[in-house]
């Protein structure tokens, strides 16, 4: 077999039972032919082969981040993220600038998406009303997910295109803000959203395709090479797969497409997307279903098992969906085959999620099925060992320990106290109790940018370098385990571990080099690394 590639380096991370390497990966077609010695892969070279010699610099698996929103993210970083500021009105105006410009850029009837606002960090920290968007957008319908994904703003073009009318009632697992006279106010949260969103997404082909072509030239540039897409979102699932198709098609996808769909489809039609993308070795691949147990703790949505430190009155036992539904449903998937990925924030979602995947085990015994609790933002300890014996996966997104900008900024502690404030994205517990961990971000929630993840999940501290020991200093990673979790974690949690996610003779050449060597440096320092190449399928899709 013709050799077409060679990548030496006297450190490769291999993710694999060989460890840390000196030596050089060879590369024939899409695949990894030999990994060894430098004399081991240079004696499978000829006078074709591309030979590139990095001296001491790292070369890792591709990164996989194992949860973002890619095309609903795509869509809303389209227009300016509204983070930052101090009030709505300051939101408002400033996608108002950025729709001047660009107005003609967005087609009739076609809405305004954006995301970031977190009503926090506003001198009024009151929830935002339609009227401060009607006044810049009396007739462009205009939806705005606050940071988390979990709340929206819109305006009145907005409401009345759902249908929404002032005095609709609210959706079992969701509310919309009202006023003193009980009318529907333009913020809407958790499924008050499900109306909305299925029209502000219904994206134009053209539109799409050039905002997943910006993407996929981007996120290569990280040393991403796999994702898995969340596509399900708010009972909704995100874009059109016909534009990643013809991506594929023609050369111009250059990461590992792989998605989730709504837990409500069918059995029928999750087989059928299985028989369509259910080989993984090829660019897109289906990797089951995504379901919200609950919503997010830092604005009381969070289902605990004990009450909210800050706010006796709140509902702790928030649902986020029908559980007697999705117990039953869960079985029909596991039984299947067909991955599970749960949303779980608060310990109470958690535990509720690991009693239906335990169920559906008892029922079903061992299956294809691999589950996964995304986010587990807290969990109780008598729940790890839980966890491990199941096989369940934590799909974890280190950035979201430190989303404040500063530790003072940090929510946490205030909603849930300090004794459960111990346990929160217990990192190395998990580790500790043999569960197998899956990084991701979240995106657009934070960067899909793996050096942030990377950082975080070593040092547990803020942006602002507080606290300086690390926010629960014990459940840091080492750097070895942080990267593990980013490659042959991913590659374990969608199932395809035995093509991917390590560096091993026979599998997907997927591949990031560092343009230094992570273990060799101050961990600070890791922020300022670069990605220097980065080999999807066997070809080089970005170098510097």
């Known amino acids: ?267 029928e039609e999750a087989l059928e997307h299985t028989e369509k993308y259910g080989d993984p070795e090829q660019m897109i691949y289906y990797s089951g279903v995504k379901e919200f147990v609950d919503g997010i703790v830092v604005a009381h949505t969070g289902l605990l098992l004990e009450p909210y430190t800050d706010d006796a009155d709140a509902d702790y036992n928030f649902w986020a969906t029908d559980l007697e539904y999705d117990a039953q449903r869960v079985k029909e998937y596991h039984k299947n085959g067909i991955n599970l990925q749960f949303h779980a924030v608060g310990d109470g979602a958690v535990r509720k999620t690991i009693e239906m995947y335990e169920d559906a085990i008892a029922e079903n015994g061992e299956t294809a099925s691999r589950m996964s609790i995304e986010h587990l933002d807290m969990s109780s300890p008598k729940d790890w060992e839980r966890m491990s014996k199941a096989g369940i996966i934590c799909s974890v997104q280190p950035q979201h320990l430190a989303l404040f900008p500063t530790y003072e900024d940090e929510q946490y502690a205030d909603c849930v106290g300090p004794v459960r404030t111990k346990s929160l994205w217990a990192f190395k517990s998990m580790l500790d109790n043999g569960i197998h961990l899956a990084f991701g971000t979240d995106f657009p929630v934070v960067s899909y940018d793996p050096r942030i993840s990377l950082h975080r999940a070593v040092t547990r501290t803020f942006p602002d370098g507080q606290p300086a020991s690390g926010w629960n200093p014990e459940q840091k990673l080492t750097l070895w385990d942080a990267l593990y979790a980013y490659t042959w974690g991913g590659a374990y949690k969608t199932g395809k571990e035995a093509v991917l996610g390590s560096l091993e003779n026979g599998k997907l050449a997927d591949i990031a080099v560092w343009d230094c060597n992570l273990f060799e440096i101050p961990v600070d320092d890791i922020l300022n690394c670069n990605v220097e190449l980065t080999v999807c399928d066997g070809r080089i899709v970005y170098e510097v």
């Open 1 to 267: 077999m013709k050799t077409d590639m060679i990548l030496l380096s006297e450190n490769i991370f291999t993710a694999g039972s060989l460890g840390m390497v000196s030596g050089g990966v060879a590369i024939a077609d899409n695949k990894i032919l030999c990994i060894g010695s430098k004399e081991e892969v240079l004696a499978l070279a000829d006078e074709d082969t591309d030979v590139r010699d990095f001296g001491t610099k790292l070369i890792t698996p591709g990164i996989c981040d194992s949860h973002v929103h890619l095309f609903a993210g795509a869509y809303m970083m389209s227009a300016p993220y509204v983070g930052g500021y101090s009030s709505a009105e300051e939101c408002a105006k400033s996608l108002y600038e950025y729709y001047q410009a660009h107005e003609d850029e967005y087609e009739e009837g076609e809405w305004l998406s954006s995301c970031g606002f977190v009503i926090a960090e506003w001198d009024d920290p009151k929830p935002p009303t339609k009227e401060i968007l009607d006044q810049y957008f009396p007739e462009r319908p205009v939806y705005i997910y606050d940071s988390d994904l979990h709340a929206a703003w819109v305006n009145s073009k907005a409401l009345e295109l759902a249908g929404l009318a002032p005095d609709t009632p609210d959706p079992r697992f969701g509310r919309f803000e009202r006023d003193e006279q009980g009318h529907i106010t333009g913020y809407l949260v958790e499924e008050a959203q499900n109306p909305v969103v299925r029209l502000a997404f219904n994206i134009p082909y053209a539109k799409e395709r050039k905002l997943m072509e910006e993407k996929s030239e981007d996120i290569c540039k990280y040393g991403v090479t796999s994702l898995i897409d969340m596509r399900a979102l708010n009972n909704y699932n995100m874009g059109n797969l016909d534009v990643l198709n013809d991506m594929a098609d023609e050369g111009a996808l250059k990461f590992r497409y792989n998605y989730a769909t709504c837990l409500t489809g069918t059995i």
